[in-house]
């Protein structure tokens, strides 16, 4: 199984990959079906008082999660098929005894200031965070940093404290880099991931498309995240149009506004109607998923619910 951490990484990723013909412009009018979105507006799971910027330590918020995986590149990721994604890594090799595992580096990664991305910076973040273990519940326990040590500018060793075979998934979605020596973690630190933060902070940050990612470029060139702690005001802030994407919504709870019919013939029996605002500012409606029932009766759905137009042929994101 995986576990929720890392379906949590693959959501923030997956957020910046699947955004094209979704959501709306800086001035929340929904985008023309086939077009890109110039900026998303993404409401996430987060309370403004304990928002942080420091991506090693103990991370409760989902939009800080969301933001650190945006902005930072990691070693590996895992798929939602549990198959694992190099990212920074481009091979672990093991010796004999499993307890000292080479990890090779992807060359030409420059972080969002023109730096390269080098060993001593992977292994500076790794120790870091093998410090910070009281507030990640001891995430590097397996390892012997002061025992690892970097072997040229793209290759480092790390050693295990006994033979271990998964360190390739020990090192997935969490293992964010930042250059070394940085010290200061009351503001935004400097990453190579796919997106930079430009403005705002962490309650309420924009963040813009970084160009020199060595990836892919996500289709959405910005993305203005927001925490939000009550279910009830996220999915509020879609309906009103102040956000275009709101995380961990249930459609089992319809905030005010909720429930207006659909055409005749439209709608399956025991589905809920979301009415949102279509490009002409007229009003459209949108069907949330179903919510279903597990064996002991409680409600179970995706749970995102996409600021679209229902019938226009835009398409939606559900999380």
């Known amino acids: 199984m995986i576990s929720l951490p890392a379906r949590l990484g693959a959501l923030a990723l997956g957020l910046a990959m699947v955004t094209a013909g979704c959501g709306g412009d800086a001035g929340g009018s929904a985008a023309p079906a086939g077009q890109t979105v110039q900026t998303l507006r993404y409401v996430a799971v987060g309370a403004p008082a304990t928002a942080i910027y420091d991506p090693h330590g103990g991370?409760?918020?989902?939009?800080?999660?969301?933001?650190?995986?945006?902005?930072?590149?990691?070693?590996?990721?895992?798929?939602?098929?549990?198959?694992?994604?190099?990212?920074?890594?481009?091979?672990?090799?093991?010796?004999?005894?499993?307890?000292?595992?080479?990890?090779?580096?992807?060359?030409?990664?420059?972080?969002?200031?023109?730096?390269?991305?080098?060993?001593?910076?992977?292994?500076?973040?790794?120790?870091r965070i093998a410090?910070?273990?009281?507030?990640?519940?001891?995430?590097?326990?397996?390892?012997?940093?002061?025992?690892?040590?970097v072997v040229d500018e793209h290759t480092l060793e790390l050693v295990t404290v006994k033979p271990y075979?998964?360190?390739?998934?020990?090192?997935?979605?969490?293992?964010?880099?930042?250059?070394?020596?940085?010290?200061?973690?009351?503001?935004?630190?400097?990453?190579?991931?796919?997106?930079?933060?430009?403005?705002?902070?962490?309650?309420?940050?924009?963040l813009e498309r970084n160009d020199r990612w060595w990836g892919?470029?996500?289709?959405?060139?910005?993305?203005?995240?927001?925490?939000?702690?009550?279910p009830q005001a996220r999915a509020q802030a879609v309906i009103s149009g102040q956000a275009d994407v709101a995380?961990?919504?249930?459609?089992c709870r319809r905030p005010p506004g909720f429930g207006e019919p659909e055409p005749e013939g439209r709608a399956p029996p025991g589905r809920h109607h979301v009415p949102v605002r279509d490009a002409a500012g007229s009003q459209a409606v949108r069907r949330p998923p179903a919510c279903g029932r597990r064996s002991n009766s409680r409600p179970t759905a995706?749970?995102?619910?996409?600021?679209?137009?229902w019938g226009?042929?835009?398409?939606?994101?559900?999380?």
């Open 302 to 309: 995706r749970n995102c619910w996409t600021r679209s137009s």
């Open 247 to 251: 995380s961990s919504v249930s459609p």
């Open 216 to 230: 892919d470029p996500p289709p959405t060139p910005r993305i203005e995240l927001m925490a939000v702690p009550d």
């Open 165 to 206: 075979a998964e360190v390739p998934r020990a090192l997935a979605s969490f293992t964010f880099v930042v250059p070394e020596g940085t010290t200061a973690f009351d503001r935004p630190v400097t990453g190579s991931g796919p997106y930079r933060m430009t403005s705002g902070n962490a309650q309420r940050a924009v």
């Open 59 to 127: 991370v409760g918020n989902q939009s800080d999660l969301t933001r650190f995986a945006l902005m930072y590149d990691v070693l590996a990721t895992l798929q939602p098929d549990g198959t694992l994604e190099p990212r920074l890594a481009t091979s672990f090799e093991a010796d004999d005894k499993l307890t000292t595992w080479t990890i090779r580096l992807r060359q030409g990664v420059t972080f969002t200031d023109g730096r390269p991305v080098r060993a001593a910076d992977v292994l500076f973040s790794l120790r």
């Open 131 to 149: 410090d910070k273990a009281a507030e990640n519940f001891g995430r590097m326990a397996m390892f012997d940093m002061d025992a690892s040590r």
């Open 312 to 319: 226009t042929g835009s398409s939606a994101t559900t999380c």
